[in-house]
């Protein structure tokens, strides 16, 4: 509309905010809608499932043949996290869920965690047909300023092709789990750009949100604790301003991962207090 009328008055102008227009427009439109396959629009909350740990940790644990335990689990997941390999080699394309691509690897649990490289070319990404792409920053480790670099380039090309990206902040041996830091990476991944901030749950969770402006911000579950207690992580979180989880090993190694990915669902999207979620979760 507004590019019509400004060719009535001014074909220069015209001319002009139609490159820049037609570009910037359409591009947010694809953001947006991408956003949108992944935060539902209608509760504001996610649940992504995450199952990219392989890149750097080899078979894990559930994860050895990764589509006899995560293709049950789809149906009950917003979106997820996954590496083109694992794509390729466990997920059918018959599956409608988002896909949030691991586009950082190139280390392994035997070095160095921090000197990740980008694995993976946007234009993999885009035939994958990926929602959004992701890669991990090590604020504070060896090769901080690489995968600083590494999340610049992907929210760069991302934003060529209206394709979100999530950035991992990744807690290396030597730093605590506490807001300042916590706070410190993800203030750093919103100001290069990324449109979604995964982080890790912490005491005065909140300042961590807050740090992140209007990004949005989810959770990454860890390492695999009790039931109730992940179930009450993601509670806090979601009260403390998090717009979802972005989990894994707590659903997927869990004795009933359906039971845990339903209960994890009333609670992000419904808020459902613990108790009446972790009855789904026996159920
Ligand atoms: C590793 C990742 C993993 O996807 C993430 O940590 C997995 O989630 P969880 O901790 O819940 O198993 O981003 O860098």
Redesign the pocket.
Same mark, same amino acid.
């Given at each position: 509309m507004s590019v019509f009328k400004l060719n009535l008055f001014n074909n220069k102008v015209y001319k002009l905010m139609d490159v820049f227009l037609g570009k910037v427009v359409s591009m947010n439109w694809g953001m947006k809608n991408r956003l949108n396959r992944i935060i539902n629009p209608k509760t504001g909350h996610c649940v992504m499932l +995450?199952v990219?740990?392989g890149f750097f940790q080899g078979p894990t644990t559930g994860l050895r043949n990764l589509g006899k335990t995560i293709n049950p689990l789809i149906p009950y997941a917003d979106a997820l996290?996954i590496t083109r390999g694992g794509i390729r080699n466990w997920i059918p394309p018959e599956m409608d869920k988002p896909i949030i691509l691991r586009m950082s690897g190139g280390t392994s649990i035997l070095k160095e965690l921090s000197n990740e490289i980008i694995t993976t070319t946007v234009e993999d990404a885009i035939r994958i047909n990926a929602s959004a792409i992701t890669c991990?920053i090590f604020v504070g480790a060896e090769f901080e300023q690489q995968s600083i670099a590494n999340l610049s380039h992907l929210v760069n090309e991302g934003q060529k092709y209206g394709i979100p990206v999530l950035a991992?902040t +990744?807690v290396g041996k030597e730093m605590a789990r506490d807001a300042r830091f916590l706070g410190l990476a993800s203030r750093i991944a919103v100001e290069i750009g990324a449109q979604i901030v995964?982080t890790y749950f912490c005491d005065d969770f909140e300042k961590v949100v807050e740090a992140c402006g209007n990004t949005p911000v989810v959770i +990454? #579950?860890?390492k695999k604790i009790d039931e109730k207690d992940a179930l009450q992580m993601a509670k806090n979180a979601r009260d403390k301003g998090a717009v979802g989880v972005?989990? #894994?090993?707590?659903i997927f190694q869990s004795d009933n991962p359906i039971g845990m990915i339903k209960a994890v669902r009333a609670i992000i999207h419904d808020g459902m207090a613990v108790e009446d979620a972790f009855k789904i979760y026996k159920e």
């Open positions: +995450a990219d740990h996290m991990s991992v +990744a995964k +990454a #579950g860890g972005d989990m #894994g090993r707590n």
